[in-house]
């Protein structure tokens, strides 16, 4: 992926594909299961999501 495709995702902001860690945790496995029982997604860690 490149680093303008993230950019897109990130001001997309999150939605039923898309989903944004602000670091790892040992819980991350029950989101890929999620994403994986699903559609399919992408997890970006390090990406704080902002407060409204």
Do not use: C, H, W
């Not at 990130?10 to 991350?28: A, C, D, M, P």
Request: glycine content about 12%.
């Amino acid at each position: 992926m490149k680093p303008e495709d993230v950019q897109l995702l990130i001001g997309e902001g999150e939605g039923l594909t898309v989903e944004f860690k602000e670091r790892y945790s040992t819980k991350i496995d029950r989101d890929i299961t999620a994403f994986a029982n699903s559609r399919g997604g992408v997890i970006l860690l390090g990406v704080r999501t902002a407060v409204r």
